[in-house]
């Protein structure tokens, strides 16, 4: 089992950045590939970005494609979702989670634990 609790939303005029923050709560995270999903009001929840256990590969939605950078360092039980020229279209829930095994990276499925969010809010 793995717990998460991710950070650092807020409120970000457009075309600013932001880091978001993810830290395990045990040894564990360490294990597990993470992934980030982001729910706006009114909409499904939808893959952000995903990262395996040791940093070798990084996944993508094509939306977020060289704006926002994924990276982790276990050695600090931590993950990051570091975003750029954010615009309102960005504007949601953001969620961190811990993948299961064999599973899809872009599958919200594939993903067993997860946070309670952290809202992020783009101005015009």
């Known amino acids: 089992q793995v717990q998460v609790t991710e950070s650092g939303g807020g409120l970000v005029q457009s075309g600013g950045s932001l880091r978001l923050s993810c830290v395990g709560r045990?040894?564990?995270?360490?294990?597990?590939?993470l992934g980030w999903f982001r729910q706006a009001r009114g909409r499904e929840r939808e893959f952000v970005a995903a990262?395996?256990?040791?940093?070798?590969?990084?996944y993508y939605a094509d939306s977020v494609k060289g704006r926002f950078t994924i990276s982790r360092d276990n050695d600090k039980l931590a993950m990051y979702l570091d975003m750029s020229s954010l615009t309102t279209e960005d504007t949601a829930v953001y969620y961190c989670?811990?993948?299961?095994?064999?599973?899809?990276?872009?599958?919200?499925?594939?993903?067993?634990?997860w946070g309670q969010g952290t809202q992020v809010t783009v101005s015009s």
């Open positions: 045990y040894a564990t995270f360490v294990q597990y590939p």
């Open positions: 990262i395996d256990w040791r940093a070798y590969s990084t």
């Open positions: 989670a811990a993948k299961s095994r064999g599973a899809d990276y872009y599958d919200i499925r594939s993903y067993d634990y």
